[in-house]
């Protein structure tokens, strides 16, 4: 299956991305706090606190992904709730980011950008609504857990016709 790969490759690749957001933040901090450096009349020192306060923020957020990616690697399941929010939040941003790199950087960046959408939007396709359970669809029998499996007569999607629960009589 190409599930476990994709989640192991997006875990590295998110882990890598928040290590180098982070490092690339806290280097312009850096930089903007030697040159004394004003933008539009800001404090030196504030700019300079807020680019390695935002760095480590973008860093520890690409990095809490990439572990939701990693648990998804080792668990072999889809991730859900939180897990799910911040992969598709991550996933928004990879798209604006490649839109904005598009016009200020270049097709290169641009495409890594799309790369890494592309692998995060598969992983979150890959898994589908049977395996989100826990649970293959198979071993749960052929009623499944909550009653009569898709296609297996009585509800109308293989053609057959709906079946309905008797109804009570009257005495």
């Given at each position: 299956m190409v599930r476990r790969p994709v989640a192991w490759i997006v875990a590295l690749v998110l882990f890598a991305?928040?290590?180098?957001?982070?490092?690339?933040n806290w280097l312009l901090g850096v930089v903007v706090d030697r040159q004394d450096m004003s933008l539009a009349g800001l404090d030196p020192h504030l700019t300079s606190v807020s680019s390695k306060a935002a760095g480590v923020v973008f860093g520890l957020c690409f990095a809490l992904c990439g572990l939701v990616a990693l648990l998804v690697a080792l668990r072999d399941r889809a991730p859900s709730g939180a897990g799910r929010v911040l992969l598709i939040g991550a996933a928004v941003v990879h798209a604006l980011l490649g839109a904005f790199a598009w016009g200020l950087v270049g097709v290169s960046a641009f495409l890594s950008?799309?790369?890494?959408?592309?692998?995060?939007?598969?992983?979150?396709?890959?898994?589908?609504?049977?395996?989100?359970?826990?649970?293959?669809?198979?071993?749960?029998?052929?009623t499944g857990p909550t009653g009569p499996a898709r296609g297996s007569g009585g509800d109308g999607a293989d053609?057959?016709?709906v079946t309905s629960p008797a109804a009570p009589t009257a005495p």
């Open positions: 991305e928040g290590l180098g957001v982070a490092a690339l950008m799309v790369v890494v959408l592309a692998l995060i939007v598969l992983l979150l396709m890959t898994y589908d609504p049977e395996s989100r359970s826990g649970a293959p669809a198979d071993a749960a029998g052929p053609g057959s016709p």
